[in-house]
């Protein structure tokens, strides 16, 4: 299985309201990322939190990592038509050769006007 | 600034045939070069990775090989291609020594047939 699984799979809100998504992951990591792959893209990368690190904002992104139960979450504020798009996290595992990343399922959201 | 690029974008190919897909990197020198397949509507699966010139890590035993002919190009290919092979292809890279955020190309979609 994935080392980083979302939840929810997806999600559905209007416009200026906020979304939150979750990840879990099971092993020791360096770091955790979280990308945004729009329908038919390449992923791009938002945001990273390191293992010593409790809390991270980036605009209207706020990321959250809880090392103790191994979880993340991502919550955009405020939201626009133009997030809707699908959400990874990825971890950057302690140990693992070639900064490989091991990506989640994603959440996939729909921001409605 | 670097760039990367994928082609080609879209490709139908029977099963049974040969496929490579090739990626380029610009404006960085020894990069590492991943190659990733995703499912319709999934999450990301490493396939091969490269920290060099020549040096190419399988991840998981299947029908692609990968190849790293030069230090900015990366190589997917297959034989003979199988119906289970479809999927979109990414590719991205890393700074050279332990770059951590990770810069996707555009992608090939892959439908074989």
């Known amino acids: 299985s994935q080392q980083g699984e979302e939840d929810p799979q997806a999600l559905s809100i209007q416009e200026g309201e906020n979304a939150t998504m979750n990840c879990s992951y099971k092993?020791?990591?360096?770091?955790l990322q979280w990308y945004r792959q729009n329908s038919g893209r390449g992923l791009v990368h938002l945001i990273l939190?390191?293992?010593?690190?409790r809390e991270k904002h980036s605009g209207r992104l706020r990321v959250t990592l809880d090392t103790s139960k191994k979880s993340s979450s991502l919550l955009i504020t405020a939201s626009r038509a133009a997030d809707t798009a699908s959400y990874f996290c990825?971890?950057?595992?302690?140990?693992?050769?070639?900064?490989?990343?091991?990506f989640g399922g994603g959440t996939r959201v729909l921001v409605k006007p | 600034s670097q760039t990367i690029h994928q082609w080609p974008a879209t490709l139908v190919q029977p099963v049974g045939s040969p496929l490579s897909l090739e990626c380029t990197v610009e404006?960085?020198?020894?990069?590492?070069l991943y190659w990733y397949r995703q499912a319709a509507g999934r999450g990301l699966q490493l396939l091969f990775y490269?920290?060099?010139?020549?040096?190419i890590s399988s991840e998981v035993p299947q029908n692609l090989s990968a190849s790293r002919p030069q230090d900015r190009q990366f190589i997917l290919s297959s034989k003979k291609l199988l119906l289970s092979d479809s999927g979109f292809y990414l590719c991205?890279?890393?700074?050279?020594?332990?770059?951590?955020?990770?810069?996707f190309g555009p992608g090939t979609r892959l439908l074989v047939l």
């Open positions: 404006g960085t020198s020894n990069p590492n």
């Open positions: 092993t020791s990591i360096n770091n």
């Open positions: 490269s920290v060099g010139i020549g040096q």
């Open positions: 990825a971890t950057d595992a302690k140990n693992a050769a070639g900064n490989k990343l091991t």
């Open positions: 991205a890279w890393t700074l050279a020594g332990g770059g951590e955020t990770q810069y």
């Open positions: 939190i390191r293992s010593n690190e």
